[in-house]
């Protein structure tokens, strides 16, 4: 098993630039696939970023291409989003989920196929 802990979300303006960070425990990290998940309030948990095992494949949602971008660190143990030009949009609780694999560059946008989650941090983006 692996336990995951969410860190670095605030209450930031719009533009501005937040990193989030997802630290593992248990199992060593690079056998998981990890992916950033967001739910606003009265909304659905919805997909933002994967990242393979590897870290050579990644995938995003459509509303954060091009200004999200995530990464690990498998030594440490760690993934980060970092999130730049935010939106009130992207005011949301970020989790992070982890699902283990024998594939390293899987990645997987879907919830339900991830095993292990966070318990978020709340990214509050004022207009």
């Known amino acids: 098993q692996v336990q995951l802990v969410e860190s670095g979300g605030g209450l930031v303006q719009a533009g501005a630039s937040l990193r989030l960070s997802c630290a593992a425990s248990g199992r060593p990290f690079s056998s998981y696939v990890v992916g950033w998940f967001r739910q606003a309030p009265g909304k659905e948990r919805k997909f933002v970023a994967t990242?393979?095992?590897?870290?050579?494949?990644?995938a995003y949602a459509d509303s954060v291409e091009g200004r999200f971008a995530i990464s690990r660190d498998n030594a440490k143990n760690t993934v980060s989003l970092q999130m730049n030009s935010l939106t009130p949009e992207d005011t949301a609780v970020y989790y992070c989920a982890a699902d283990e694999s024998a594939y390293i560059s899987l990645i997987r946008t879907r919830a339900p196929d991830y095993d292990y989650w966070g318990q978020g941090t709340q990214v509050t983006v004022s207009s």
């Open positions: 990242i393979s095992r590897s870290g050579g494949n990644t």
